[in-house]
């Protein structure tokens, strides 16, 4: 008897061909979705806002400096520029960096921090005086002891609201910055040009002394000469005679007119 087991067929050429092109679609298909999400995230980054780094590297404002840096690492790596195509990813691996920068020092961290903890303090006295209204909200928070207020500002919405009032803050502060700068630039200008001013004043006058100690030695000749008897006439130039006077010791009689 013959050998009945069965053996197993080879891929077809044309089988294999649609193998080939269905796993280069795939490979495209992800690529695509890849290249989605870099420029999603540059997008993000450039929608932030500019006074908030917490915002720039989607962290909230209790993250440490190691969740900082391994937060920068993984979404610059996302918006590099030589990996992400968007038009606009050295701008926002730019601002990625700054935010680090910022958040990397203390000074900096310190300054944006207190300014959450002023936001905090804001939402918790306007959520004191809601609770003052809501006799429910405000026994189930005496109840629990405080736990339904950490919950509350654990919540979405709390966050969301922290979030808005850290801009505000944040915003309010810059602009008295920015009109404390301007004022000092003014004052700064006013006291430059008063320097200047001054400057010129005292080059003014030595310039008016140093022209006058040139011509001291003409202004004496001339004097020199005036001195001597006045000045010499000039060739060809005619000097009226002197009147001869009466000497007023001189006694002398009053003559008659004679008439016709």
């Known amino acids: 008897m013959g050998d009945n087991s069965s053996?197993?067929?080879?891929?077809?050429?044309?089988?294999e061909k649609t193998s080939a092109i269905e796993d280069a679609l795939l490979k495209q298909f992800f690529a695509e979705v890849s290249e989605v999400e870099r420029d999603n995230e540059v997008i993000r980054i450039l929608s932030c806002f500019k006074l908030n780094p917490f915002e720039y590297l989607?962290?909230?404002?209790?993250?440490s400096i190691d969740e900082v840096k391994r937060q920068y690492r993984k979404l610059s790596l996302l918006v590099h520029p030589d990996k992400c195509k968007h038009p606009q990813a050295k701008e926002a691996?730019?601002?990625?960096?700054?935010?680090?920068?910022?958040?990397?020092?203390q000074q900096e961290r310190d300054y944006i921090l207190s300014q959450v903890v002023a936001a905090k303090e804001e939402l918790r006295s306007?959520?004191?005086?809601?609770?003052?209204k809501d006799t429910a909200s405000k026994l189930k928070s005496?109840?629990?002891e405080g736990k339904y207020d950490q919950e509350h500002e654990q919540s979405e919405e709390f966050q969301q609201q922290l979030k808005l009032k850290v801009r505000e803050i944040l915003t309010d502060q810059e602009w008295r910055r920015r009109k404390m700068a301007m004022r000092i630039s003014e004052e700064e200008g006013r006291l430059k040009k008063d320097e200047e001013e001054t400057k010129e004043m005292w080059k003014r006058?030595?310039?008016h002394e140093e022209q006058w100690e040139g011509?001291?030695?003409?202004?004496?000749?001339?004097?020199r000469d005036f001195m001597k008897g006045g000045k010499k006439a000039?060739?060809?130039?005619?000097?009226?005679?002197?009147?001869?006077?009466?000497?007023?010791?001189?006694?002398?009689?009053?003559r008659p007119v004679k008439r016709g």
């Open 215 to 223: 011509t001291r030695e003409k202004r004496v000749s001339s004097w």
């Open 7 to 15: 053996v197993t067929a080879a891929p077809s050429p044309s089988s």
């Open 142 to 144: 005496l109840v629990t």
């Open 234 to 254: 000039k060739k060809g130039e005619i000097r009226p005679p002197k009147l001869k006077t009466e000497d007023p010791n001189k006694s002398y009689v009053q």
């Open 126 to 132: 306007k959520w004191k005086k809601q609770l003052k």
């Open 93 to 105: 691996f730019g601002a990625l960096a700054k935010a680090q920068q910022l958040l990397l020092d």
């Open 58 to 63: 989607n962290l909230s404002f209790d993250s």
């Open 205 to 207: 006058k030595r310039e």
